[in-house]
């Protein structure tokens, strides 16, 4: 698929007995598994990979992301500070 060439896979994990499974929501067919000695063991890492980071996005965004507001912001600064003489003292 063209989004995960792109963006690259977005796994999913879940458990199954102590088996630990991923795949890609996308659909591509990409994913494998993994035993592990124990059902509970291979729960604790599903749970802990399986989870988005998209909840603390805005508290830690990407600078590239950023990059066009800050340059936004650079240019309206410039262009008030030469229109007024007096803006820089």
Do not use: N
């Amino acid at each position: 698929m063209i989004g995960c060439r792109v963006l690259g896979h977005r796994y999913r994990f879940r458990a199954v007995d102590a088996e630990l499974r991923w795949y890609c929501e996308r659909g591509c067919g990409a994913g494998a598994s993994k035993r592990y000695p124990t059902a509970e063991l291979a729960a604790r890492y599903a749970t802990a990979l399986d989870r988005e980071d998209r909840a603390a996005l805005g508290e830690r965004a990407p600078l590239l992301g950023l990059l066009p507001l800050r340059l936004w912001r650079s240019l309206g600064r410039k262009r008030q500070g030469s229109r007024s003489p007096t803006a820089r003292s």
